[in-house]
């Protein structure tokens, strides 16, 4: 009963270093996002994927790249972090249907320095 | 496009107060409506929802009604607790959309005892 999984749940990068995140989600859903959450702005989607092998860009998608080789596996990258980009990033996931809400992991906590 | 407004933060409030937090949107279509929270250190998870006009969600002793006339859902609870305190997001889903969800910015509420 794991629900939305996120790896690692801290990281601290140096600017112009790369990184992977991690989500992974045991609910069979086909909707996946990632999102950025910064004091005062609220969520602000960055990529999601309506599908196993299909993405797409969100409303803040520049330094960022994702892929859904599988459909429980929604990967986020950073190729060469910026202090920017400190933020706490949010995966969730959800079913077809408009009426389904979102199901959210716990969270990574990023700090570019 | 579609969006979420919410009443700015933050709220504090005593122990047994009356909470409401105002919420209206802004959609093209016939969009379902959600309140989430999320407590410190956690993602976002679902308060609850209604999926069409003059729907009642309800938990927790939380409620919000889905009024289309004035395009709102506006989060109450007759008595709150300490254990309340949280950040609270409202959010729409659209069909038209590709499944993505608009968020408000917010709410932070804190309860004294």
């Known amino acids: 009963n794991a629900g939305v999984t996120q790896t690692p749940k801290f990281r601290v990068l140096k600017t112009g270093q790369s990184m992977t995140l991690l989500c992974a989600q045991d609910?069979?859903?086909?909707?996946m996002y990632w999102y950025r959450q910064d004091p005062g702005m609220g969520l602000r989607l960055i990529h999601y994927?309506?599908?196993?092998?299909?993405?797409a860009k969100g409303e803040v998608p520049d330094g960022y790249n994702v892929s859904r080789l599988k459909k429980q596996n929604f990967l986020l990258g950073l190729e060469s972090a910026a202090p920017s980009q400190t933020s706490v990033y949010f995966c969730?996931?959800?079913?077809?249907?408009?009426?389904?809400?979102?199901?959210f992991g716990n969270g990574t906590r990023l700090t570019v320095t | 496009g579609n969006s979420v407004t919410q009443m700015e933060g933050p709220v504090t409030l005593s122990e047994e107060a009356f909470l409401t937090i105002n919420c209206t949107y802004t959609?093209?279509?016939?969009?379902?409506l959600f309140w989430y929270v999320q407590y410190p250190g956690e993602g976002l998870q679902l308060l609850l929802k209604?999926?069409?006009?003059?729907d009642k969600g309800s938990n927790k002793g939380f409620e919000a009604t889905y009024r289309k006339e004035t395009t709102s859902f506006h989060l109450e609870k007759g008595s709150v607790q300490v254990s309340d305190s949280a950040v609270y997001f409202c959010?729409?889903?659209?069909?038209?959309?590709?499944?993505?969800?608009?968020f408000g910015d917010g709410t932070t509420l804190t309860v004294k005892p």
């Open positions: 209604a999926t069409k006009a003059d």
């Open positions: 959010a729409l889903s659209d069909k038209t959309n590709a499944g993505k969800s608009t």
């Open positions: 959609a093209t279509g016939y969009p379902s």
């Open positions: 969730a996931s959800s079913r077809l249907d408009s009426n389904s809400p979102l199901h």
């Open positions: 994927s309506v599908g196993e092998g299909t993405t």
């Open positions: 609910m069979n859903h086909e909707y």
